[in-house]
């Protein structure tokens, strides 16, 4: 549906994870000692959490991580509707960690796929492989072409996969059925209808949700 480029294009530029971190700096204990491991990586998965993104019109319209919501309310282009009981710490403040964000401003979003990106498969797919079911850190996921390239697969939304690398290395350059796996579900285009669906997946762990998505 287009909703990541159109709320990329704000005043500032472009987000980048180098920015996020300018914003929200590190003031724990110096690097290498456990302590400071433990609430880095804590902090890390808190930024990545999903966030449930409102057009002006309250209008849910697509799901991000914490770590861009809180770049988009810091530059002015949203505010927050819902807060979780978390706080992240800069330097001189707390800012509490949003569940809801709304766009102050309008944004329109053309009902069509979104841009086909390693990004977007794994989002469509669930971080899940999509031959041993298991869900994965996106760090360890790769993508896989049902049909290998070297037999004529393209890179396409049908025949890309969210895939582990056991199961990647398992197939090799073999189709499904050579190597005995099975694909959990046909890969299909990422259209407004997939994000709907997994906004209110989400959404069922996340009661700060329930009433902006119209169950």
Same mark, same amino acid.
């Given at each position: 549906?287009?909703?990541?480029?159109?709320?990329?294009?704000?005043p500032?530029?472009r987000?980048t994870?180098e920015?996020?971190?300018?914003?929200?700096?590190?003031?724990?204990?110096?690097?290498?000692?456990r302590?400071?491991?433990?609430?880095s990586?804590?902090r890390?998965s808190?930024?990545?959490?999903?966030v449930?993104?409102l057009?002006?019109?309250?209008e849910?319209?697509n799901?991000?991580?914490v770590?861009?919501?809180?770049?988009?309310m810091?530059?002015?282009?949203?505010?927050a509707?819902? /807060?979780?009981n &978390?706080?992240?710490?800069?330097?001189a403040h707390? %800012?509490k960690?949003p569940?809801?964000? +709304? *766009?102050?401003?309008?944004?329109?979003?053309?009902?069509?796929?979104?841009a086909?990106?390693?990004?977007?498969?794994l989002?469509?797919?669930?971080?899940t492989?999509?031959?041993?079911?298991g869900?994965?850190p996106?760090?360890?996921?790769?993508?896989d072409?049902?049909?290998?390239?070297s037999r004529?697969?393209r890179?396409?939304?049908?025949?890309?996969?969210?895939c582990c690398?056991?199961?990647?290395?398992?197939?090799g350059d073999?189709?499904?059925?050579?190597?005995? /796996?099975?694909? &959990?579900r046909?890969?299909?285009p990422?259209?407004l %209808?997939t994000s709907r669906?997994?906004? +209110? *997946?989400?959404g069922?762990?996340?009661?700060?949700?329930?009433?902006?998505?119209?169950?």
């Amino acid at each position: 549906m287009g909703a990541n480029r159109h709320m990329s294009a704000n005043p500032g530029g472009r987000f980048t994870p180098e920015a996020a971190c300018a914003i929200v700096p590190s003031s724990e204990s110096p690097a290498g000692s456990r302590p400071h491991n433990t609430i880095s990586m804590r902090r890390t998965s808190l930024m990545q959490e999903p966030v449930l993104v409102l057009n002006a019109t309250y209008e849910p319209i697509n799901v991000t991580a914490v770590r861009r919501a809180m770049v988009l309310m810091l530059k002015g282009v949203a505010q927050a509707e819902e /807060l979780h009981n &978390a706080e992240v710490h800069s330097a001189a403040h707390a %800012h509490k960690v949003p569940s809801v964000i +709304r *766009l102050l401003a309008y944004r329109h979003i053309p009902q069509q796929s979104r841009a086909l990106s390693r990004k977007n498969i794994l989002l469509r797919d669930r971080n899940t492989c999509q031959f041993c079911g298991g869900v994965f850190p996106s760090s360890e996921l790769t993508l896989d072409h049902v049909v290998p390239r070297s037999r004529g697969g393209r890179s396409s939304w049908e025949n890309l996969v969210a895939c582990c690398y056991q199961c990647n290395n398992n197939k090799g350059d073999r189709t499904p059925e050579e190597a005995g /796996l099975k694909l &959990a579900r046909r890969p299909r285009p990422f259209t407004l %209808h997939t994000s709907r669906q997994l906004m +209110r *997946l989400i959404g069922h762990r996340d009661e700060r949700w329930r009433k902006y998505l119209f169950y």
